[in-house]
């Protein structure tokens, strides 16, 4: 009964679907390659010096020449530092970052032209946007050591009440889509994502009192949390960076994709 059930929805969403010009309802699978950047505390004006590496997996239902629907599992590496700043704080405040971003994002497409494998529509620009589940891990360098900056609460907080490590991004973009041949088409794709968190570089808020930091988290803590070199600096409750704008990032790749075909649909079951 169950089975019947779910053979009747999907034939219904097949048949509701028909009278879309030029329908697929198809599948593509590939994978893509690009770079990522990183804007926050330590790259304030949006500099696309620092490109890192990204790249992942994706799979695309198409519901029709102009609507798809597209899940992706990616990697983006970002990374910044004060050292690229001209601005006298950000260089005395010396701080630096690097992290391994992963997530897993599902976003709906739109074509502005009309997109059908093998057929003179094979060329497309679209727009797309949707949500990405994302894990992140800043780190910095002492001496010849990395250090997750998470573990050490640079900005004060207590053991057990860090902040989280994952969050729920939008994402959005543009991008263009093109036929090689029947099977096979090349998308190039620019997409930002915006992130619920200013700590993708953990820094967001004040500097924290040294001596709590000293017994929560010893002196790598107090040297994770103040690197600067000139006296002084980085006193109590003075600033360590911007808490009224979160972080973000973004990539830009291209992917080859491999086209399954139309999908059939099955027949409506009889009772």
Known sequence: MRKNRISLLFSFLCLFSLNAIQAQQAWEAGAWLGVSHYFGELNPS??????????????????????????????????????????????????????????????FEFNFLPYVHGTREYFSPYLFAGLSIFHYNPQA??????????EYGTEGQILGEE????????????????????????????????VPTDYLDDISTVYP??????SLRG??????????????????????GNSTDNDSYMTTGISIMYYFGQLKCPPIMRY
Not at 141 to 150: D, S
Not at 209 to 214: C, L
């Open 141 to 150: 360098q002492l001496g010849k050591k990395w250090y997750n900056l998470r």
């Open 163 to 194: 902040y989280l490590s994952y969050g729920i991004g939008l994402l959005y973009g543009a991008g263009i889509k093109w036929d090689i041949n029947y099977r096979l088409s090349i998308n190039l794709e620019v997409g930002a994502r915006l």
């Open 219 to 240: 002196d790598i803590g107090v040297a994770l949390s103040n690197p600067s070199t000139v006296p002084g600096f980085g006193s109590q409750g003075t600033q360590r």
């Open 46 to 107: 949006y500099n696309l010096t620092r490109p890192g590496f990204s790249g992942g997996v994706t799979a695309r239902y198409l519901f029709n020449n102009r609507l798809s629907f597209k899940s992706s599992l990616n990697y983006a590496f970002i990374s910044g530092t004060d050292e690229d700043s001209s601005n006298p704080f950000e260089l005395a405040r010396n701080l630096h970052f690097r992290s391994n971003i992963f997530d897993l994002s599902n976003q």
């Open 209 to 214: 009192n040294r001596g709590e930091v000293q």
